[in-house]
């Protein structure tokens, strides 16, 4: 089993449609990170989080610690939402990566 | 702020030859910094952890002595490809870390001919 678990591994929504992408660990961690890459491969941090919730424009990113889950939503999708999001959490010294959810937001 | 570039973004060799990606902190010193490999369709897999002024420490199963990681200064941090071989090829990314989380570099893509 992985030390961290995403759903979806696929998502295809309509746009303006309200997006959850989940994330669940196993392990300890000092901080949780929502990634998203392009096609083109470069990656931006969306969100670093340790607890509570964090919100920057139409994104907002949850975190339960006890439950070793966290959550990703989009409002009000976009095409330009369209990108493969990660899930990545810190045990200290590095990084452990999700699989990814690849999201296409169609118009 | 927290920009890392790195250069190049796309690089085609030839069999047998030597490749060196540079990530470069633009405007904060990463004491730390961290090279990926990503294959097509899979996440991103550490290959090595690299720290200012002493040597590298790689993951289980990568090759020290094919993937060598220099990090002199502050703010750069090399890794060259030795004697590469096509099933090198690969999508290359690094990352280093400040106050703020990580930050990471554009990526390099690499093709061995």
């Known amino acids: 089993k992985n030390e961290v678990e995403q759903s979806p591994q696929n998502l295809t929504a309509q746009e303006g449609e309200f997006i959850t992408i989940n994330c669940s660990y196993s392990?300890?961690?000092?901080?949780l990170h929502w990634l998203q890459q392009h096609p083109g491969g470069g990656i931006v941090s969306l969100f670093m989080?340790?607890?509570g919730k964090k919100k920057h424009g139409r994104l907002i990113a949850t975190i339960n610690i006890q439950e070793k889950h966290s959550s990703l939503h989009i409002t009000a999708s976009h095409p330009r939402d369209s990108a493969v999001y990660i899930c990545?959490?810190?045990?200290?010294?590095?990084?452990?990566f999700g699989a990814g959810t690849i999201l296409r937001v169609k118009s | 702020g927290a920009v890392v570039s790195q250069h190049p973004s796309r690089v085609i060799c030839k069999s047998g030859t030597s490749v060196k990606i540079e990530c470069r902190s633009l405007d904060f010193q990463a004491t730390t910094m961290f090279w990926y490999r990503q294959f097509p369709k899979q996440s991103l897999m550490l290959m090595a952890t690299?720290?200012?002024?002493?040597?590298?420490?790689?993951e289980q199963g990568v090759e020290k002595d094919k993937f060598l990681i220099n990090h002199a200064s502050l703010t750069l941090s090399t890794l060259t490809v030795t004697s590469a071989h096509p099933e090198d090829s690969s999508f290359y990314i690094c990352s280093a870390t400040h106050n703020y989380g990580y930050t990471f570099g554009s990526g390099t893509r690499l093709t061995v001919v």
């Open positions: 990545a959490v810190d045990g200290g010294n590095k990084l452990v």
């Open positions: 690299s720290n200012e002024g002493s040597k590298a420490t790689y």
């Open positions: 989080l340790s607890s």
């Open positions: 392990v300890g961690i000092s901080a």
